[in-house]
């Protein structure tokens, strides 16, 4: 199978890391964090100019036309510098509701706002009963006349104090954990009976606790009663990002690591010199590696058609990624010593970025049960 990448797609992935690396050094990022929004508007401005803003939109539509192969390029280089911007929210999961579940003049209307930088999305779907559980809803979502009007909760919504519009899940039939009776509703975050609170997540990106009594929907993405199989498809394009995320931030953790090891002295040696410790650099490359695999097989599996077999894929995936995220982040803390635990050092950065990254619609244990209890990734002859 090829592997190479295109003209065009070498030249999208050196053009965000060139933006990246002369703008988003490490005590520039603390800067943006700093700042009210918790991100830079100045950079999302460039990513629009850049075209990533509407990477996976298609071109007749006001977007680039990419598809999840640019989707894994971009999202890896965002990795590597733990940007702060709503990127994966708004352009890949939001984007993916529009794409998969909006109708054609909706996406006139908001497709070229979010390509143009003025609109931004956020994915509220996670209730404090909920876990990892996509059908665990209890938010409810009723007809009043031709209108839905929305109530409950939702926790964690990532970049949810700043999106523009909610995309929200609600039911509308059935019990709070039936698979039919979920409905898909995008809502005005700034609109009557909407709350927000914001405030930082540990990885220093922004979230959101959102409380909807009485918001009415302006829209509903696909069906109101069986949205769930519009949800997973998002969700595992999204699983696509995530995983290129991580390993871009596996591939900086690893080379701090090593560039330490060369000049950090013990006994008037580099610990580098030190082969137990050689073991578990090597360790870790073998780690990233087989992340990068999974990665490139996370690009390519999302495209399967049957939906179990997609989410088996995705699984796979997630539970790959997790476990080397963990290895690699736990080793370069251990291969730095404290220094790696302070704020004012790059690494627990890193470190902080996998764990929240790994969490994020599921960790490595939850689907490593899920294939486990569908049989594993190949059935068994």
């Known amino acids: 199978m090829d592997f190479d990448l295109t003209e065009e797609q070498r030249l999208l992935q050196d053009s965000v890391a060139r933006l990246l690396t002369d703008r988003y050094g490490f005590e520039q990022r603390k800067a943006f964090m700093q700042s009210p929004e918790g991100w830079s508007k100045e950079i999302w401005a460039q990513y629009a100019e850049l075209g990533l803003l509407g990477l996976p939109f298609a071109e007749d539509e006001g977007g680039f036309g990419g598809s999840n192969v640019e989707t894994m390029l971009v999202a890896e280089q965002l990795g590597k510098a733990i940007a702060l911007e709503p990127w994966i929210p708004t352009v890949v999961t939001g ?10 003049e909706l996406r006139a209307e908001l497709v070229p706002q979010i390509a143009g930088g003025e609109l931004r999305l956020a994915f509220a779907h996670t209730e404090r009963q909920s876990r990892y559980d996509l059908n665990d809803v209890a938010t409810t979502a009723k007809r009043d006349g031709s209108a839905w009007v929305i109530n409950g909760r939702k926790g964690m919504v990532i970049h949810g104090d700043s999106a523009g519009k909610l995309i929200v899940t609600a039911r509308t039939a059935g019990g ?64 696509v990002a995530l995983a290129a995320e991580a390993v871009g931030c596996m591939q900086v953790a690893h080379d701090m690591t090593i560039d330490y090891m060369k000049t950090r002295k013990q006994f008037d040696r580099p ?7 050689q073991h578990r650099a090597a360790d870790m490359l ?10 490139y097989f996370a690009a390519m599996g999302v495209e399967e058609r049957d ?32 220094i790696a635990m302070t ?36 059935a068994a002859a």
């Open 176 to 239: 709070q954990r039936d698979h039919k009776g979920i409905g898909v509703f995008l809502v005005d975050a700034t609109g009557p009976g909407v709350t927000r609170r914001g405030y930082r997540t540990v990885d220093g990106q922004r979230a959101a606790e959102v409380e909807f009594s009485g918001a009415q929907a302006e829209a509903v993405l696909g069906s109101p009663e069986d949205g769930l199989p519009l949800v997973d498809q998002v969700v595992d394009e999204t699983i």
């Open 343 to 378: 704020m004012e050092y790059a690494a627990g950065h890193y470190f902080k970025r996998l764990t929240v990254n790994d969490a994020m619609f599921g960790d490595a244990d939850y689907w490593l049960r899920y294939l486990a209890s569908s049989g594993g990734l190949v």
């Open 95 to 104: 984007g993916g509701f529009l794409r998969h579940g909006a109708t054609a």
């Open 307 to 338: 939906p179990v077999e997609r989410r088996k894929n995705m699984a796979s995936v997630k539970v790959q990624i997790g476990r080397s995220a963990r290895f690699v982040g736990q080793q370069s803390i251990q291969l730095h010593g404290g």
């Open 286 to 295: 073998v780690q990233l590696e087989q992340a990068r695999s999974m990665s």
């Open 271 to 277: 610990i580098g010199s030190f082969q137990a410790l």
